[in-house]
């Protein structure tokens, strides 16, 4: 790759559209130009127009204070330009530029309103594409491709860092380098986000957490309710079916007694009918009979009565004592604790052998009040019901009465008995007939009593099914209706089911509601933190692989630097020699311990004062210590330097010649081990003496070999090397002219060309 063409317009004293060409490479090394002319011409703004088109962004290298000064201002005879312009073409066979064209043309605009544009073969394109396209021509944009005017020793008075980015440049690695420097932005940018995303995990941690522990405590309440549940349809479901069952039983028996009772009764009447019949042929001649038998008859009824309303009392006593059975409701929890406190504090305070009488009352207090407790806590047994007094009353008056009329009708029934034997012949049919009719009577109330004992169990049985139908509703909801609809089993479960029943109720009851919509927040919260999880695995993945990257570029720019280093500092050391004829010099490494062992840690003014939150100062020094273990640990280099006879290695110590002496003998190694494509060195000969600038001179011819030279200069020996010759010259309108001259020509005796 070579250079072709150079063309300036509106660039600094270069008003005019100005071409420069440039000869093609000899056979055995490639051509050099020197530019010659007087002092304030415009040479050095040649130079500029080069490094500015390769991307030059110090204004501070380009001689100018703001970004417009490179455009032509104008002069007495002359208006300002809009705009500057320059163009560099290269010839690009050999395809040093990795792109697809033989020639390649990159020009840089810029406009008075501050518009600029880089081009790329007349395609608009980024700076950092021309860069990294340069650079991987081994262009060097920063470093040696143009030393400006008396910037030759500007390498020996730079800092051990910016001589580092020179080096970077010289050893060729740049190309790594912008690659490196991407990698490692992209690796901050995922520390950012990973640091973001991490934040954000933490901030919804907690909140997951106590979702989960809610939501774990619904799903335990789910398994409670199912055990529950299932407990409760066995036990109320053997309660129902069975009582079910016996409700069946006791009505089948009632209603068998009723028809039987029925049946009698039809009997019974037709005794007496049959009675009556004979007691009205006996005619009415016993009075005193009739009357004891109308007693007779009387007396029954009243018993009847009495009877019934005996019945009535047994039953009401019987219902009052299933109702209480049915009403017991366990004593409250808080009711057992307060009680059971009680127990325990009763006997506090009496420790001595003294107390011991109101110990022993105490413990008999104690004792009452425990069994008191314990038949509160049970179901109370239907014996152990005591019935209403008053009931119990009413049932004992109505059985002392029923027993006064059984004596009194015992009584009737001998008077009646000693008519009979008197009209023995005449009654017997008659009391014969009535004595049937009192068995019979017998019977039926035998009959009765069955019936009503049946009844009593009816109503027994059907209060305690509309209990129980109370408390299923009550417990079951929905689900009682199941249960009392689909026939289950009646094997009874036992007293300890209902023991575990109320335990679960009591467990549901302590675990407390939960509101839904938690669950709904569990899981939109669980897929968001999953969500970020994954993030977060990406990103780890992400710093991963660049970390990768940049490990082998690392690995690539330490081993191809390394390898150059030592060649450059080799031939730096044979051209330091050569120039001043022995001596000696070195180019040492310089590390980062080094280099933080002189400086002072600390809180910087920006830091201190930066406006940020202690979380995101935090979050930027993690991501800062994380880049840091990036960071190459060769951040400088150094300069020793020499000259024969002289024992000091300072550079500040050396004069103005030895300095470009050795600045010279630096740069021309550099150019030796990676050898620009060309190379721009304006007045770098400016301190030399004569027999210096012969070498100098000397140097240059053999550094071409590899690298086309433009040199400004006001030396002879050094414009003796040149192929060609371009004078520069300015005209009274403040406006840089070009002559050419061939050197061939010239030594043909032929003009130069304007
Ligand atoms: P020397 O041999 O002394 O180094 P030189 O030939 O290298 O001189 P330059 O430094 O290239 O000279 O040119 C400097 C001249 O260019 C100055 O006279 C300066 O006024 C002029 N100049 C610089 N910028 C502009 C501009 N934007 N418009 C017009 N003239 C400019």
């Known amino acids: 790759m070579h250079l072709t063409k150079l063309e300036l317009q509106g660039f600094k004293t270069f008003a ?31 130079a500029d127009a080069i490094r500015w088109v390769l991307g030059e962004q110090s204004l501070k290298l380009l001689r100018g204070k703001k970004s417009e000064d490179i455009i032509f201002s104008g002069s007495e005879g002359r208006g300002r330009a809009g705009f500057a312009e320059v163009s560099l073409t290269f010839n690009n066979e050999d395809g040093a530029m990795p792109i697809d064209y033989s020639q390649v043309v990159i020009t840089r605009r810029l406009f008075r309103d501050g518009n600029s544009e880089y081009l790329l073969n007349d395609s608009k394109v980024r700076l950092n594409d021309i860069q990294l396209l340069l650079a991987q021509a081994n262009v060097g944009q920063r470093s040696y491709s143009v030393i400006g005017q008396g910037m030759i020793d500007h390498i020996l008075v730079s800092t051990p860092e910016e001589r580092k980015a020179f080096f970077d440049d010289a050893t060729g690695v740049k190309q790594f380098q912008i690659k490196r420097h991407e990698a490692m932005l992209k690796l901050k940018r995922t520390h950012e986000n990973l640091a973001d995303v991490e934040m954000l995990l933490t901030e919804i941690e907690p909140r997951l957490r106590s979702l989960k522990r809610q939501a774990s405590r619904l799903e335990k309440r789910g398994e409670v309710e199912a055990q529950l549940h299932t407990l409760e349809e066995q036990y109320y479901g053997a309660q129902w079916w069975t009582l079910v069952d016996q409700l069946e039983e006791v009505r089948q028996r009632f209603s068998t007694a009723e028809s039987e009772i029925h049946t009698e009764r039809a009997e019974l009447k037709a005794l007496e009918q049959e009675a009556e019949k004979i007691e009205r042929t006996d005619t009415q001649e016993d009075t005193g009979l009739q009357t ?21 009392t047994e039953k009401e006593i019987e219902l009052t004592k299933v109702r209480a059975q049915s009403n017991w409701a366990p004593l409250p929890l808080i009711k057992i ?58 049932l004992k008056d109505l059985k002392e009465k029923e027993t006064h009329l059984v004596d009194q009708l015992k009584q009737l029934e001998q008077e009646i008995d000693s008519y009979a034997t008197k009209e023995k012949t005449v009654r017997t049919e008659l009391i014969e007939s009535q004595r049937t009719l009192r068995e019979k009577q017998t019977q039926i109330h035998l009959l009765e009593n069955r019936r009503n004992t049946l009844q009593i169990d009816l109503a027994r049985y059907e209060e305690r099914q509309q209990n129980l139908i109370r408390e299923m509703d009550e417990f079951m909801k929905d689900r009682a209706v199941n249960v009392r609809t689909e026939r289950g089993t009646t094997e009874t479960i036992g007293q300890e089911a209902y023991a575990e029943i109320q335990r ?115 979050k930027e020094d993690r991501i800062e210590e994380e880049l840091e273990k990036h960071q190459s640990p060769i951040i400088g280099v150094d300069i020793q330097a020499t000259p024969p006879g002289k024992r000091m290695k300072a550079l500040n110590l050396l004069s103005g010649g030895e300095r ?81 001259v061939h050197l061939e020509d010239v030594a043909q005796g032929n003009t130069a060309r304007r």
């Open 16 to 46: 005019k559209k100005t071409q420069l060409s440039f000869l093609a490479p000899r056979e055995d090394r490639k051509p050099i130009t020197t530019v010659v002319g007087p002092n304030g011409s415009g040479k050095s703004n040649l």
């Open 292 to 312: 004891l038998q109308q007693q007779y008859r009387t007396l029954q009824r009243e018993r009847n009565t009495l009877r019934d309303e005996q019945f009535k």
């Open 337 to 394: 604790l307060d009680e059971v406190k009680a127990l325990t504090t009763g006997l506090k305070g009496l420790r001595t052998i003294q107390a011991l009488p109101e110990i022993l009352k105490a413990i008999d207090a104690l004792l009452h009040r425990s069994q008191d407790l314990s038949k509160r806590l049970e179901r109370p047994n239907p014996q152990d019901i005591k019935p209403d007094p008053k009931l119990t009353k009413t």
């Open 504 to 618: 679960l109720r009591y467990k549901l009851e302590l675990i407390g509601g939960i509101d839904p919509e938690i669950i709904q927040e569990y899981e939109e919260i669980r897929e968001r933190y999953e969500f970020l999880d994954v993030q977060v695995k990406d990103l780890h993945g992400a710093l991963r692989s660049t970390e990768k990257v940049i490990k082998e570029l690392d690995e690539q720019i330490s081993k191809q630097s390394k390898k150059a280093f030592s060649k450059i500092n080799k031939e730096f050391q044979r051209y330091f020699k050569l120039l001043f004829g022995g001596g000696s010099c070195a180019l040492v490494n310089v590390t980062r311990e080094e280099i933080d062992e002189d400086e002072q840690e600390g809180v910087t003014p920006e830091r201190a004062f930066a406006d940020t939150g202690e979380a995101e100062r935090e």
């Open 660 to 740: 470009a002496l050795t600045s010279i003998a630096l740069v021309s190694a550099i150019m030796a081990v990676n050898p620009a494509p060309f190379v721009v060195l304006d007045e770098v000969d400016a301190a030399l003496d004569e027999s210096n600038t012969t070498r100098f001179a000397n140097i240059l011819e053999e550094l071409s070999a590899n690298s086309q030279f433009i040199i400004i200069t006001h030396n002879r020996a050094t414009m003796e090397k040149a192929d060609l010759l371009y004078g520069v010259t300015m005209s009274d309108d403040g406006v840089s002219n070009l002559l050419s």
